[in-house]
């Protein structure tokens, strides 16, 4: 460059430096007036912005999201808007493994413990603001890497502080925050002698578990958790707080029940209690020799039993060396319920606990202690089908062959599950106003499987088991016309697109919501994962 040109060159950079820093610390001084700071506060956070014109230029253009020294800003903001108290810096330990699957742990720049809605709202304009790479977590029981957690630069907006409990004055509504866990749930609410359509498993997140849909014992007679939601409330995209409910935002509240983490973060749940605390069960065990026989019976109950009775469920979890059978009532009763007549024609290898009257408290801890809690590598995934025994036993013995060779190979754990969904399901459902799940009214059947694991360089061979399995219940219930393509979200693996198998009508009612209440798609550009609507 000769003098002139880099005369020349000054000159014009520096007329543009000028320009955007002027730009910019408009859009700063704007941004940070809106958080009602105390005057040093302002300052601080002013000052520390300003020397960093650069970066935040790029993302104010809309260039990119936040590198990691924005993401830095954004953090050191939060600590000052929400106190140091309430956010972990990147190397706490307790916030790395505070997702259920190790292969899910991951050192986010920092993570931001909202105490309260106001707090989320705060977060999520901090998120916006900076345009940085942002994950939410709830109970972080999804095995999905990314989904509940993130790695650098990102920022973890973790809900476990907001886990109050308030059960109203006629014990009609509990109200739950995001960050409890469902074992906390059954508990606070036996004293009333009522319970919720929650998880199976004690340790399940609130949060996760609604807005996938919420598959309980009772769903059969009561619907998914989703389905008995009175009153969401949620901090959207630009920090608004709302309620959705069957009076406001209806489409909102439809899109909530079972749509996933797309529309805003939900700060409580208002859940209709059930009218059921004590109960019928009975828990048997059976040798997996015996499982095409366990499979007979399931499916004969399905269509004989649970189609006539829908206070009668069967939980079964098969694994390779156990075969679990637990045959539950919602009422107590002085003789077996006939609907489980199936059953009765097995010899079960042992009698686990013999059929008697118990309690909701009592079930939850007989049941509710069973996943694995050991830090372990984890996967789910989902398929479903019609009700079909030759199906079921056919699809065992492909699974059993494959889980057995991998379990030679790993030592990985893999469970069979299939999980009843009668028609009765739906129509619990549908008499709460319905959602997006596009579910046919039809007896089904969902499977799934729990996968534990040690080694990382397994993950490949062992999550293939469940991968072929899946495209073996496709391949053969379309053979057999049994088949269904509904994937339950709470169930689904990383690669699978459950919300694309919701119908297209409610796909494209979801994304019409989606933008409606985030019309600049916080939730589906920067939020690291999850199951998005726009990859669905
Ligand atoms: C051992 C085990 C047992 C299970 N049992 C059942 C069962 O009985 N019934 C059933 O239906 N499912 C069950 N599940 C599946 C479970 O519902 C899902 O894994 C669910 O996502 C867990 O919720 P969480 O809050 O723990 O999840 P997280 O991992 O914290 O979150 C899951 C997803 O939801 C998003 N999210 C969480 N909270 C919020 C919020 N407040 N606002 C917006 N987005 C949010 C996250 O960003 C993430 O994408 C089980 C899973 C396991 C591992
Ligand atoms: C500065 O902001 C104004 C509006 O406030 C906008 O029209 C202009 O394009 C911006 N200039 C630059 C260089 O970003
Ligand atoms: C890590 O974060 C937790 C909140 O999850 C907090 O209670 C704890 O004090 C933090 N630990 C350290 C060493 O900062
Ligand atoms: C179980 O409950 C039923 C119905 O209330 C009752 O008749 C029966 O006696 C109870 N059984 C026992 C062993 O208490
Ligand atoms: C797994 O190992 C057992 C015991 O070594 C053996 O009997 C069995 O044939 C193996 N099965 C498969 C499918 O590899
Ligand atoms: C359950 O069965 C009872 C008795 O047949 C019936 O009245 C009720 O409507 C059914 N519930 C659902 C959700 O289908
Ligand atoms: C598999 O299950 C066995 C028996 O319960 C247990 O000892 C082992 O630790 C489990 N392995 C994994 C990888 O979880
Ligand atoms: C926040 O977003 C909602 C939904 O798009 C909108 O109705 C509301 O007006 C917005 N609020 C502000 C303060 O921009």
Not at 199 to 226: K, P, Q, T
Request: charged fraction near 15%; glycine fraction near 8%; aromatic fraction near 10%.
């Amino acid at each position: 460059m000769n003098n002139l040109a880099v005369v020349y060159y000054l000159f014009f950079t520096s007329v543009i430096a000028v320009a955007a820093a002027v730009n910019t610390s408009q859009t700063i001084t704007h941004f940070v007036n809106g958080l009602s700071l105390s005057s040093a506060d302002s300052r601080a956070i002013q000052g520390r912005l300003l020397g960093n014109v650069e970066s935040l230029e790029v993302v104010f253009s809309g260039a990119s999201i936040a590198s990691s020294i924005v993401v830095q800003l954004a953090c050191y903001t939060a600590q000052i808007v929400l106190g140091t108290s309430a956010v972990a810096s990147a190397g706490n330990q307790t916030e790395v493994e505070g997702t259920w699957s190790e292969a899910c742990w991951e050192a986010p720049t920092c993570t931001i413990l909202p105490n309260s809605d106001q707090d989320v709202s705060l977060a999520v304009k901090i998120v916006n603001f900076f345009q940085t790479k942002f994950a939410v977590r709830s109970g972080g029981h999804s095995p999905n890497p990314g989904w509940s957690s993130i790695g650098q630069p990102g920022i973890l907006i973790d809900l476990k502080q907001l886990n109050e409990i308030t059960v109203s004055s006629d014990a009609a509504v509990v109200s739950l925050g995001p960050g409890n866990r469902w074992g906390s749930v059954y508990s606070a609410l036996a004293p009333y002698e009522v319970t919720v359509i929650g998880g199976r498993i004690n340790d399940v997140g609130v949060g996760g578990l609604i807005l996938g849909g919420g598959l309980f014992h009772l769903s059969g007679e009561f619907g998914l958790a989703a389905d008995n939601v009175q009153n969401f409330h949620v901090v959207l995209a630009n920090g608004t707080i709302i309620d959705a409910n069957s009076d406001q935002n209806t489409d909102l509240f439809w899109a909530l029940k079972g749509g996933g983490p797309n529309f805003g973060i939900v700060t409580r749940y208002d859940l209709y209690t059930i009218p059921v605390y004590n109960l019928w069960f009975e828990v048997l065990y059976y040798t997996p020799d015996q499982v095409p026989d366990v499979l007979d019976a399931f499916a004969e109950w399905q269509t004989n039993g649970a189609s006539v009775d829908n206070k009668s469920t069967v939980a079964m979890v098969i694994s390779l060396d156990s075969v679990v059978v637990g045959l539950l009532y919602s009422q107590p009763t002085a003789t077996q319920p006939a609907a489980f007549a199936p059953f009765y024609d097995l010899n079960p290898a042992e009698v686990a606990l013999a059929g008697s009257n118990g309690t909701i408290t009592e079930l939850m801890e007989l049941f509710g202690e069973t996943g694995s809690t050991a830090a372990e590598r984890h996967d789910y995934r989902s398929a479903s089908s019609k009700v079909d025994a030759e199906l079921y036993k056919e699809i065992y013995a492909f699974w059993v062959e494959q889980a057995t060779s991998v379990y030679n190979q790993t030592g990985a754990n893999q469970t069979f599950v299939l999980q009843p969904i009668p028609g009765s399901l739906i129509d619990a459902g549908n008499a709460r106003g319905g959602n997006p799940l596009g579910l046919p009214y039809e007896n089904m059947q969902w499977w799934t499987t729990l996968i534990d694991w040690v080694d990382a360089a397994d993950d490949d061979l062992v999550r293939g088991v469940s991968i072929a399995t899946t495209e073996k219940w496709q391949s053969l219930a379309t053979a057999r016309g049994s088949a269904s393509d509904f994937i339950y979200m709470n169930d689904a693996s990383r690669d699978q697109n459950p919300l694309g198998t919701y119908g297209s009508s409610n796909l494209a009612q979801l994304k019409a919501i989606a933008e409606k209440y985030d019309p600049s798609k916080v939730f589906q550009r920067l939020q690291n994962g999850g199951f998005l609507l726009s990859t669905a």
